[in-house]
């Protein structure tokens, strides 16, 4: 998941001025959301919702969603609960820029397949997968060049459609991941943000060997530090201000896991003084980016996921081009680089996600979900939805 304001809205496209296209978007989708509802007298099924441009969300039944020709029918059985959720939850500035309510919620989710189109020919019912949620539009010049993680057009679950907080979701054959048998559903809930590590780690640089510093140990920094374990780094180093995520990260494999405060005497000792190879800033807080930029040996790699909450100002020639480092940003998971790697280090067994999940929920104490991430110290949370 990735808090961009690509996605063009469906009103943008209207000639009405852009406060009346707004008003008037809104409306006329919540009067279409409330006739189907009307509508459909069967197949009501559970799902959070956005219900009002407002915090909070709301659970209720809604009519089970109708499938198009290359879609298929998913039936949820767990999915993982996100920031980005909470932003939506929140109504903050963001959320009011992008979302559009009303809409089912979030993004991370594995399930069974219980339908599918009459062009999909690779699904069958039964099946079990997850999915990666940016929708891409397979056309653009990015898409075209295998970029499709950058996709301009790229379109959202849980945030520009229907989400996967529900009983059944409704997702592009394109877009269907199968799950290996050994593959729980757990797990398969929380490909997207594991994906988001995989991409981090893995892309435009060797871990095999070097020194790591992963700065932010959140889920994804956590998940981070495993495939980090995973893939041969010699030295992994691990920063946070939060001691319970610190535990998380040295069970996930990090050698030192320290405080910011204590960052730099640790890459110090571990690399003669040198700096690390590679950092991962997985925080978004702008001192742990410059703590990167500062961190890094001259020609290593900061490859930057965390989004700052603002813009932040860096001093290009002597954290950046003076040191003769590569900065690469990170949006999403590569299609479908990032999976084949992803489900190729589940299967070898070198790689477990499950000690990060650290709590579950059903669908309904989705309050406390949301409380258990805002509180800090929560791994992955997910919802045990069936
Ligand atoms: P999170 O907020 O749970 O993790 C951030 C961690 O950074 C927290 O544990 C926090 O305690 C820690 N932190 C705070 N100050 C720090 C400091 N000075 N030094 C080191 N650590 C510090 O978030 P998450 O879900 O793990 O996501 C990580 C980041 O990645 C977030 O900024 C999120 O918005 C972003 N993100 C980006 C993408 C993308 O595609 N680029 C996708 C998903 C998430
Ligand atoms: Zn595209």
Redo the contacts with the bound molecule.
């Keep these: 998941?990735?808090?961009t304001n690509r996605s063009p809205c469906d009103a943008t496209r209207t000639s009405l001025a852009p406060s009346d296209q707004r008003v008037f978007g809104h409306v006329a989708r919540r009067a279409r959301w409330l006739v189907s509802l009307r509508e459909s007298s069967e197949a009501h099924v559970r799902a959070l919702v956005k219900e009002t441009a407002g915090p909070g969300f709301t659970l209720r039944d809604v009519p089970r969603p109708v499938i198009r020709d290359d879609e298929v029918l998913i039936k949820v059985r767990r999915a993982g609960v996100?920031?980005?959720d909470v932003h939506i939850y929140d109504w903050d500035a963001w959320a009011q820029g992008r979302c559009r309510p009303p809409f089912t919620v979030g993004h991370e989710f594995a399930g069974d397949v219980v339908q599918v189109g009459s062009l999909v020919n690779d699904v069958r019912e039964g099946d079990r997968v997850t999915a990666e949620g940016h929708i891409v539009c397979g056309r653009c010049h990015l898409c075209r060049t295998g970029n499709a993680h950058v996709c301009p057009n790229t379109r959202i679950i849980g945030v520009d459609r229907d989400g996967c907080f529900a009983d059944y979701i409704a997702m592009p054959t394109s877009n269907v991941w199968h799950l290996d048998d050994a593959v729980s559903y757990e797990v398969g809930g929380i490909h997207d943000?594991m994906g988001?590590a995989f991409h981090t780690a893995l892309v435009g640089t060797e871990i095999s060997g070097k020194t790591v510093l992963v700065?932010?140990?959140?889920?994804?920094?956590i998940f981070a530090v495993g495939i980090c374990k995973a893939a041969g780094a010699s030295r992994i180093i691990a920063?946070?201000?939060?001691q319970t995520?610190l535990e998380l990260a040295r069970a996930m494999g990090a050698h030192d896991a320290v405080t910011?405060q204590d960052a730099e005497q640790a890459v110090k000792a571990a690399t003669n003084g040198l700096g690390v190879d590679v950092v991962l800033e997985?925080?978004?807080?702008p001192?742990?980016i410059h703590?990167a930029f500062a961190l890094v040996r001259v020609g290593g790699r900061v490859q930057m996921?965390?989004?700052p909450a603002k813009p932040m100002e860096v001093n290009f020639a002597t954290e950046i081009i003076f040191k003769g480092i590569t900065v690469y940003?990170?949006?999403?998971r590569r299609m479908y680089d990032t999976w084949i790697q992803m489900t190729q280090f589940l299967r070898s067994g070198q790689f477990d996600p499950t000690p990060v999940i650290t709590h579950r929920f059903p669908l309904e104490q989705f309050d406390d979900a949301i409380a258990a991430?805002k509180g800090?110290a929560a791994g992955k949370v997910v919802f045990e939805i069936s």
């Design positions: 998941m990735v808090l996100c920031g980005t943000p988001n700065t932010g140990c959140g889920p994804i920094g920063s946070d201000v939060n995520r910011p997985m925080s978004g807080v001192s742990a703590q996921l965390g989004i940003g990170v949006v999403g991430i800090g």
